[in-house]
């Protein structure tokens, strides 16, 4: 056996699948730093979580830009174009991610020592969630595992749950105690944030079934 | 879309080899049908014998239909210089005779009894506008054709093929012996063409057939494996021989 036809494309693949595995990572990180700031009112890390971003969104271009050379110049087919498509998608969709967990600590820094209207519980469990989605889709992304990547999906109906009691116990502080607005808005911002990364966490098993089927399949209703 | 072209079960064997196996599949009208499969997978006999012209090869035995419209090509009777006039062919190295660019596209006119000069030349006109040559030739139908560039003569072949009026049109790779800006012309010239022809092209390159084809067939070993809808085939192809070959793990 000589040198298999396409190995340039595929080893560049395998490289940027790697890419996609650590921006995940930091991602995932990132949320969890960011929540831990706003518990621990803690605002060098909330800063550095803020500074963190940067970092992500440069390594999203560097996998953009890497995507974008591989299709002009090895034009992929087949699950080949499939893979690259979902890591055009997918790395947007982790850049968000990371975008929410800046929010997150910004809002951790506006707080400031401002004492919190209520221990922060459902919170850390919604972020709990989100991150076990992301890292759970991040690995059915490497194995190529479909059941993996539905199961995780399932979880954010948990997510949803979770963010519709912080929601509903928010406004009711609220209309108890007037003065508690302004923060309770913040911590809505909070939920809302971490809603939505379950969104896009929801995204990375809905590109990999498209890597493995190539259909598309909304999971997030 | 309406098939102008029905195969049924055909197989060819060049002696003891089977080429083709049992493929059945139909041609659209107006439309490029690409077929691509690595060397030897039958994809140019298949092409070959839509017009018969692999009945020049010895030891050649068909089986199975061709149904052109609705007659049988390979049914006693039908006559097969009439079926290659109305089945044109384009080759891979462009062909034009040694004569004038006029009697080139002028030839198969005479041949099937068209003497009158000016319907020749209306006739000739019109082909090499549809080949998309005529501004670049009009000043000079009487110079040899093999004076023309390779992407010309190309444009001038095909310009052949149309002046006999063809009901389709087969392309043996037209283009693998061309410059990249000449193939991009003979591209954008199929695209063109298709608004009248269905266009039957073989293929090597696979981003060729992805440009320009609304179907595409994969070949292997003398089999059809996977016939489907281009932008299907080549995004999310059923068949694992396909999507081997297309991502370059076959073999």
């Known amino acids: 056996m000589g040198t298999p036809p396409r190995r340039t494309l ?75 498509g979902a890591t055009l998608k997918l790395v947007t969709d982790l850049e968000r991610i990371g975008d929410h967990a800046k929010g997150i600590a910004r809002v951790a820094l506006r707080l400031g020592d401002e004492p919190l209207i209520k221990p922060l519980i459902d919170v850390p469990r919604m972020a709990e969630v989100v991150r076990e989605m992301v890292d759970r889709g991040l690995q059915a ?28 116990e928010l406004l009711q502080i609220m209309i108890d105690r007037p003065g508690t607005i302004t923060q309770a808005t913040h911590l809505l911002m909070v939920a809302t944030h971490l809603e939505r990364a379950a969104d ?14 190539g259909e598309r399949r909304e999971l997030n209703d | 879309m309406a098939d102008k072209i029905r195969v049924r079960g055909l197989s060819v064997y060049y002696g003891e080899l089977q080429a083709l196996r049992r493929v059945t599949t139909s041609i659209a009208d107006r439309a490029v049908t690409a077929l691509i499969g690595p060397s030897g997978c039958g994809k140019t006999t298949f092409l070959r014998s839509l017009n018969r ?7 050649t035995r068909v089986e199975g239909q061709i149904f052109l419209d609705d007659v049988d090509v390979y049914s006693p009777g039908v006559d097969v210089v009439d079926l290659r006039r109305r089945v044109g062919m384009v080759f891979q190295t462009p062909n034009p005779f040694p004569k004038s660019i006029f009697d080139n596209v002028a030839y198969g006119p005479r041949i099937h009894g068209l003497s009158n000069q000016r319907r020749l030349e209306e006739v000739v006109e019109q082909s090499l506008r549809r080949a998309a040559l005529w501004d670049e030739v009009k000043d000079k139908l009487r110079h040899s054709a093999l004076d023309l560039s390779g992407g ?19 392309m043996d790779e037209p283009t693998s012996a061309l410059d990249p800006i000449s193939a991009g012309r003979i591209e954008e010239l199929i695209t063109e063409l298709k608004a009248e022809y269905p266009i039957v092209i073989v293929t090597h390159n696979m981003q060729q057939a992805a440009r320009i084809a609304d179907w595409t067939g994969f070949f292997l070993h003398g089999e059809l494996v996977e016939f489907a809808e281009t932008e299907r085939l080549f995004t999310a192809p059923k068949e694992p021989r396909t999507e081997a070959y297309l991502t370059g793990r076959y073999g």
Request: glycine share 2%.
């Open chain 2, 53 to 59: 012209l692999i009945d020049l090869i010895p030891n």
């Open chain 1, 10 to 84: 595929h080893v560049e693949l395998e490289a940027l699948q790697d890419e996609i595995v650590r921006l995940g990572g930091t991602v995932s990180a990132a949320l969890e730093r960011a929540v831990r700031s706003l518990k621990e009112r803690d605002r060098t890390l909330a800063q550095a979580v803020i500074d963190a971003d940067v970092e992500v969104n440069r390594a999203a271009l560097e996998i953009e830009q890497r995507s974008l050379t591989l299709l002009a110049t090895q034009q992929p087919m087949a699950s080949d174009l499939r893979a690259l």
């Open chain 1, 141 to 168: 992304f490497m194995s190529r595992d479909q059941d993996a990547a539905l199961a995780m999906a399932a979880l954010d109906d948990e997510v949803d749950r979770l963010y519709r009691a912080v929601f509903d």
């Open chain 2, 152 to 170: 010309q003569q190309q444009r001038l072949v095909i310009a052949r093929a149309l002046a006999v009026e063809p009901d389709v049109l087969l």
């Open chain 1, 200 to 213: 896009h966490a929801t995204n990375l098993a809905e590109w990999l079934l498209y890597v493995l089927t």
